[in-house]
């Protein structure tokens, strides 16, 4: 009975993970001008410090993303272990 529910887990327990990382993706896509994270400054290489792919945009997306998955979890976390109970207890 548990061995069927420990994906189901592994997936909640992971899930603001990938909605933290994922969305920094889809929403920097939408933003015109996206504003570097460490606002152009070079190192001594001439290289920029943490280069192109990190923006403030991502860095608040992801950030936004993160605290709604969890939420969420937390909203349905009574309900899927109440769905459990009735579930084993029926079996």
């Known amino acids: ?3 069927l529910f420990d994906p189901l887990m592994i997936m909640a327990y992971i899930f603001p993970a990938y909605a933290t990382n994922g969305a920094p993706v889809i929403f920097v896509r ?4 996206p504003h570097p994270l460490d606002g152009g400054t070079l190192f001594l290489d001439g290289k920029r410090i943490l280069g192109d792919g990190k923006t403030l945009e991502g860095l608040i997306s992801g950030l936004i993303a993160g605290i709604i998955a969890g939420f969420v979890l937390t ?3 009574a309900f899927l272990y109440r769905c459990f ?6 079996c």
């Open 1 to 3: 009975m548990k061995d």
């Open 30 to 33: 939408l933003v015109k001008n």
């Open 75 to 77: 909203l349905l976390q």
């Open 85 to 90: 109970l009735e579930f084993v207890l029926l």
